[in-house]
């Protein structure tokens, strides 16, 4: 049997080390910023200075703005004087983004030693810097005194780990599967310490299944410490895992912190805990993986984890194709790839409704071709060509035509498609529902995808989250990241956004002041917004189409060669809206209109095919096909079309300048034209025969 008697030392040293320091810099603003919102910055303002005196860098000042909340400096520059002073060198100094964490052994197994060996002090310095340039890979070393023979060891670990707080988190889960029973009850004891929502799906799954009758009183423990709540009054762990998931792949915040800056993924394995690197952007994904592992006989993990897979597929992809490198990619798309051609087709329907749900368009787009693939019922395709999404309408609307579905809102869809012009998004970041409605309806009805976040953290996610956003518009106020962020960190999913920064009148100057010209800002607006032009200015924002112009191109291109595939009778219904498209700029997309256009035999489309015909400007490849296309036109037609777009095609016809097919294709087609009678035709023959 394990003694408990270090569970009560260990709470006697964190206890004891949170009251002992006296009153720091860190205390200083603490109480600083709880003196402005009680509404006493007289009092602040000294707390305030004592701490600008000690000259903080710029990474001190994003810890302060974390702290404190942005929404503090934001309400001391409405109050202008010393106190817009104060909070305008805040601002500045918070300026360089925070560093990623880095896995330097020798720095961490150096200060890892002087935090299990040093003095309180030593301790303290070392777990600040573990946790400030290191994270995660800083709290992995201590796991494996967890399973220590001697309790001084395994005291101190559980303090460290402790202190690490969220950035022990993902090493624990992973060393809670430990088969040392010693390792894995202090892994779960130190996540009921640390208190973080993350471990409760696990700590309910190691309280079900452990065979460990302590493993399982210090899993309940822990649970009623993070949840409030005994194991039996939470939900079962399929339910737990499943929502835990689920908001890992919505990129929730609550389950997946905005601020964690390494990718790593724990596993333990033996006696130890393994680590293997993702890519950051699929660090999510690769977590939520995690989840589905857990509960794999429930559907609900089937479907998140082929969404997650589908997910990673098109991150990696979209990485490719803006010019980030990702070590791997290639194999990394095959397998995936791979897992999702052998998926169910109720297991991808069931995910592609999911991704569909928690709005992860390149994700649908994934599942849709694998779906396709396996040739099921395409019921859930029909449903999705109501999509927001253009890409997914696009994609849903192939796969239909290409398995012969031709009902009237795939074939709408597919002409859509044909209109190239990329639907321009905008996400807005807005804690006020009043103008965060003002705002969405007003850009909608410009024309203007929209996606509207009322939080900070999960309006940065969706910025750095596939497909790429045109114009992030967000409220100055955010509390819960830094504005500073969006401004200034880079990510290659938003390298092209721009940035428009809403604000109140009354700091409105304040504002354009600090950022005019930085980072991605390329626009501002401030209240009341009825006395502005929203869209003149989120327009002015909107930078160069070049990917989304070239993605819609080629959706144009494939719309229209599937067109053409499709019969008369179907494509009848949408005779006014080809005809409309025929100004096409692209010859590649005009030709297969035309072939369209043939296949209806539409008369009301004469003037514009003809006209393509008699354009010498265009290639003759062009001409040929529209040629063919008013063949077909003009034998259906019994009244006359315009007198002068028949003489432009006699003068073809008769041209011995003109190349020898355009000739011939001209005087086919007005052979063949039920418009002319029997003299006139003979008439046209016998002056091409006297020529």
Avoid at 605 to 611: D, F, K, M, N, Q
Wanted: include cysteine; aromatic fraction near 4%.
């Amino acid at each position: 049997m394990i003694d408990r008697t270090w569970v009560l030392s260990a709470m006697m040293v964190v206890s004891s080390a949170a009251g002992a320091s006296s009153m720091s810099t860190e205390d200083d603003f603490a109480e600083a910023v709880r003196l402005t919102k009680a509404g006493k910055p007289g009092r602040a303002l000294p707390l305030f200075q004592a701490v600008l005196a000690q000259n903080p860098g710029n990474e001190k000042a994003l810890e302060y703005l974390e702290i404190g909340g942005r929404q503090v400096f934001l309400q001391m520059l409405m109050e202008q004087g010393q106190s817009a002073t104060i909070a305008r060198r805040f601002l500045e100094l918070a300026r360089v983004p925070r560093r990623p964490k880095v896995n330097d052994r020798a720095a961490i197994r150096k200060r890892y030693e002087q935090a299990m060996k040093g003095d309180d002090l030593s301790r303290r310095q070392a777990l600040r810097e573990l946790r400030a340039h290191h994270g995660e890979y800083g709290a992995a070393p201590f796991l494996r005194d967890l399973g220590s023979e001697e309790s001084t060891v395994r005291v101190n670990a559980l303090y460290c780990l402790t202190r690490m707080g969220r950035d022990a988190v993902n090493p624990l889960l992973a060393a809670i599967h430990s088969d040392d029973e010693r390792t894995a009850w202090n892994a779960v004891a130190a996540l009921g310490n640390i208190g973080d929502s993350r471990a409760v799906p696990f700590l309910k799954s190691e309280w079900e299944r452990t065979e460990s009758e302590t493993v399982r009183d210090a899993a309940a423990q822990a649970l009623v410490k993070i949840a409030g709540k005994a194991p039996n009054e939470l939900p079962d762990q399929e339910t737990l895992h499943g929502e835990a998931a689920a908001g890992l792949f919505r990129g929730d915040q609550r389950v997946f912190p905005t601020f964690l800056d390494t990718a790593p993924v724990w596993r333990w394995q033996g006696e130890r805990v393994v680590l293997e690197e993702v890519p950051a952007s699929l660090h999510r994904f690769a977590l939520a993986e995690s989840h589905c592992m857990s509960i794999w006989t429930a559907s609900l993990a089937r479907s998140v984890f082929l969404a997650c897979c589908a997910a990673q597929r098109a991150e990696l992809q979209a990485a490719a194709e803006m010019g980030q490198r990702v070590d791997g990619a290639d194999e990394r798309i095959r397998e995936l790839a791979l897992v999702l051609s052998v998926g169910t087709p109720d297991d991808l329907s069931a995910a592609l409704e999911f991704a569909r749900e928690n709005e992860q368009p390149a994700a649908v787009v994934e599942l849709i071709e694998a779906l396709a693939s396996t040739g099921a019922s395409l019921e859930v395709l029909e449903r999705t060509l109501e999509s927001p999404s253009k890409e997914v309408r696009d994609a849903a609307a192939f796969a239909l035509a290409q398995h012969g579905e031709g009902s009237a809102p795939a074939v709408s869809r597919l002409v859509e498609a044909l209109h190239a012009g990329s639907v321009r998004t905008v996400l807005i970041v807005d804690p006020r529902e009043q103008s965060r409605h003002l705002l969405t309806k007003t850009l909608e009805n410009a024309g203007f995808a929209v996606i509207s976040e009322s939080q900070g953290a999960s309006g940065f996610a969706r910025m750095n989250a596939l497909p790429p956003k045109d114009v992030v518009l967000v409220r100055s106020d955010v509390e819960d990241v830094s504005l500073d962020r969006f401004v200034f960190e880079e990510d290659y999913r938003s390298t092209n956004t721009s940035l428009v920064i809403l604000t109140e009148a009354a700091i409105a100057a304040e504002i354009r002041e600090l950022y005019q010209g930085k980072g991605r800002v390329a626009g501002f607006l401030h209240t009341p917004l009825g006395q502005q032009s929203i869209v003149e200015v989120v327009r002015a924002a909107l930078p160069a189409l070049e990917g989304p112009r070239a993605k819609a191109e080629a959706s144009a291109v494939r719309a229209a060669q599937l067109l053409a595939e499709l019969d008369s009778e179907l494509l009848a219904p949408m005779e006014e809206e080809l005809v409309d498209a025929l100004d096409h700029e692209d010859e590649q997309v005009l030709g297969s209109i035309l072939r369209v256009i043939q296949t209806l035999g539409a008369a009301s489309a004469s003037s514009e095919v003809g006209a393509v015909f008699t354009d010498q400007s265009r290639s003759r490849a062009l001409r040929m096909t529209a040629a063919g296309a008013l063949r077909e036109i003009f034998a259906r037609m019994s009244a006359s079309p315009d007198e002068e777009l028949v003489e432009r095609i006699q003068q073809i016809a008769l041209d011995q300048e003109s190349p020898t097919e355009l000739r011939m294709a001209a005087s086919r087609a007005l052979a063949g034209a039920a418009f002319l009678d029997a003299d006139q035709k003979a008439e046209l023959l016998r002056r091409q025969r006297g020529l």
